[in-house]
């Protein structure tokens, strides 16, 4: 694809975008380019529930740099924040989505880089895996719940689709007071097994071929309440074996949180964390870095004893 058919392609998904009266303006994809191609480009993919806007600064940090960027618009986000939207989210939407978006990102740029939050670093993962890409960089993927191994997350999988879908809030106590405004602030249960599915399927891809991407990093928090940084382990370990580039790095100076992207909600990352993806994506594969391993998630007792001692302190 041409620098000139890709800006075209762009410009047909802003018009559909632009038209569909059900996406919220500030959610819609952001595109930033130099106005030719780039040597290289950067694609980002938001979280689940989240939006574009999640990584703009991030992202124009790299413009900067003179990157083309773009961050686009999951399947059935960016809607109103109370929106049911998501029940018919599926996993050849987000696959379907991702080739698209790799597609573009040939036309804008000679070298094809991509990273991710969350359910977005599970993408990053799928496209590490399946097409012929740069740099990948997963941040905390969503590929397992804590506290549970990897086995009894497939039984926690399978529960949650055999019970009804149940609509729970990110925070029960601020509900949808909850930001940053571009985001949902609750989340189905059905859907979140599909996130957890479409995880699955990416481990089981790393376990029977190498990745195709030609430089693979993963990046956790090692307080991660939400994800389980020991399956991120086991994977990178998959890509270790690999004749594959490949580094992790585990943020030992952040508190408990999974979101450490979004400025909105914290903003202590433009600090902390984008200097340190920034040098990450943008170093010299072949450099020494240092390579900590993750912490082990802690126990699903051990985080009530927290809680409690939180709550009563």
């Not at 529930?49 to 961050?71: A, C, D, H, K, W």
């Not at 029960?172 to 602030?185: H, I, S």
């Not at 992207?261 to 994506?281: A, F, G, K, N, S």
């Amino acid at each position: 694809m041409t620098y000139a058919e890709a800006v075209a392609e762009l410009d047909t998904i802003a018009a559909a975008e632009a038209a569909d009266d059900g996406i919220r303006p500030e959610c819609r994809s952001i595109v930033m380019l130099h106005g030719a191609r780039a040597p290289r480009v950067i694609v980002f993919w938001h979280g689940f529930t989240s939006s574009p806007p999640q990584f703009e600064r991030l992202g124009r940090m790299f413009f900067e740099r003179g990157y083309n960027v773009y961050i686009p618009l999951q399947p059935r986000h960016g809607r109103r924040r109370m929106t049911r939207a998501l029940l018919g989210l599926t996993i050849v939407d987000l696959q379907a989505a991702a080739l698209r978006a790799v597609r573009i990102a040939g036309g804008l740029g000679e070298e094809i880089d991509t990273a991710g939050l969350s359910i977005g670093g599970v993408i990053a993962v799928w496209l590490a895996q399946c097409t012929r890409i740069g740099t990948v960089m997963p941040i905390a993927p969503f590929l397992a719940l804590p506290w549970f191994s990897y086995r009894m997350n497939r039984v926690v999988t399978s529960v949650y689709n055999r019970l009804p879908n149940r609509w729970f809030w990110w925070n029960p106590f601020e509900r949808d007071a909850l930001g940053p405004p571009y985001a949902y602030p609750r989340y189905p249960t059905h859907t979140l097994a599909l996130m957890l599915e479409f995880a699955h399927s990416v481990v089981k891809l790393s376990r029977r071929a190498p990745p195709l991407a030609d430089r693979c990093m993963i990046v956790v928090n090692s307080k991660d309440p939400a994800c389980n940084n020991s399956v991120s382990t086991h994977l990178w370990s998959k890509w270790t074996s690999a004749t594959v580039k490949r580094q992790s790095y585990a943020f030992a100076n952040l508190d408990r949180r999974h979101d450490f992207i979004d400025p909105v909600t914290y903003p202590e990352t433009e600090e902390l964390v984008y200097p340190v993806l920034v040098d990450l994506m943008t170093r010299d594969p072949d450099s020494p870095m240092p390579e900590p391993e993750a912490e082990p998630n802690r126990t699903l007792l051990e985080e009530l004893r927290l809680l409690w001692r939180a709550a009563f302190r």
